[in-house]
């Protein structure tokens, strides 16, 4: 079994993997919204809609779960993009208690017109990292999401 890498002495918010990544997310999410301020859509929405289109989220349970909302909060987004024709309710036919989420043409194609802002965003904030960096960055960080996915799922969220 490896070394633990954490330990008494070396454990700091400055090298805290959870403090690193709560503090980048709350960045981006602020950035991201105000790259957005000038728009019909916000960058919430926008995530909303990008993950429904790719198939990461099709429901308002998993949507909440994946971006870190409430269940309340999630639906007040839901109901704001489909009162914008931007994506729909339908009724799940094998479970009537499920409601699916599809996004609409309309919807796609706000994701279209605006995936270019959200790359200029991204690219921005790499700017200085090479290729390879960025690629060993997301494998390491899927890594670790999938760990801590399969945790979740072998411990029904709580500690072992």
Sequence with gaps: MPESFYHSENFHPQNSIGYLIRRI???CLSR???DFADLEI???QWA???????GIANTCGGLAR???H?????TRVLDQLEERALLQRVQDPEDRRV??????DEGRAMIAALGPRVMGIWNEYLEGFDRQEVLVLIELLTRLLGRLEFLEGNCGGQRP
Excluded: C, I
């Design 66 to 68: 994946n971006l870190g």
């Design 99 to 104: 409601t699916k989420l599809h996004v609409t």
């Design 48 to 54: 909303v809609l990008a993950l429904l289109h790719s």
């Design 42 to 44: 916000t960058f919430t």
């Design 70 to 74: 409430n269940s309340g909060a999630m």
């Design 32 to 34: 991201g919204e105000a």
């Design 25 to 27: 997310h709350k960045l």
